[in-house]
């Protein structure tokens, strides 16, 4: 039931920031799809597990957030810095790389895969059970894989035991 209610306050939030709407007739066509989006689909932003899990996996999650903000910027200033270099070709170097990730939940998995995909140089192309394929732009890029990304991921949404 907790979940369902945290569900419609988050969506009720993001709802009323992003339509920019206030009046009557908005505001409570607003609730009324966010009451049926949490009825039906609460398990998808909180999964079921014991006592309070969910809490700890939004809160690690919700500290994640700053340290992948941060690595998008450095990479971001990176491929600026490969792209505006007059030997922009030598430092290009291309590669895709496979690896196998210890994370076991696909949320956490999607996670990684969406992680690496925003961050400028690299591109998760696919996941095959636990077997990630990622393009790189450069041999820094692919030597960095999966590294600290995943274990930061693992640290905030994989169970703790």
């Known amino acids: 039931m907790i979940s369902k209610i945290v569900s419609f306050l988050v969506m009720l939030t993001f ?9 009557a007739f908005h505001l409570s066509l607003g609730v009324v799809c966010c009451l049926l989006v949490a009825y039906f689909s609460h398990d998808l932003l909180f999964s079921a597990s014991p006592g309070g899990a969910w809490l700890g996996r939004l809160v690690g999650f919700l500290l994640y957030l700053p340290w992948l903000f941060w690595e998008i910027l450095v990479a971001n200033l990176q491929v600026t810095y490969i792209v505006l270099h007059p030997r922009m070709k030598e430092m290009i170097d291309p590669q895709l790389v496979r690896f196998t990730t210890t994370l076991k939940k696909p949320i956490s998995k999607v996670t990684l ?34 590294g600290e990304m995943e274990r930061r991921v693992a640290a905030a949404m994989e169970d703790k035991s």
């Not at 709802?15 to 009046?23: I, Y």
């Not at 895969?113 to 890029?141: C, M």
Request: proline residues 5%; without cysteine; glycine residues 4%.
């Open 15 to 23: 709802w009323v920031l992003l339509s920019g709407m206030f009046d």
């Open 113 to 146: 895969a969406q992680s690496i995909t925003l961050t400028p140089g690299t591109i998760t192309v696919s996941i095959d059970d636990d077997e990630f394929t990622v393009y790189a732009l450069t041999r820094s890029a692919a030597e960095s894989l999966p």
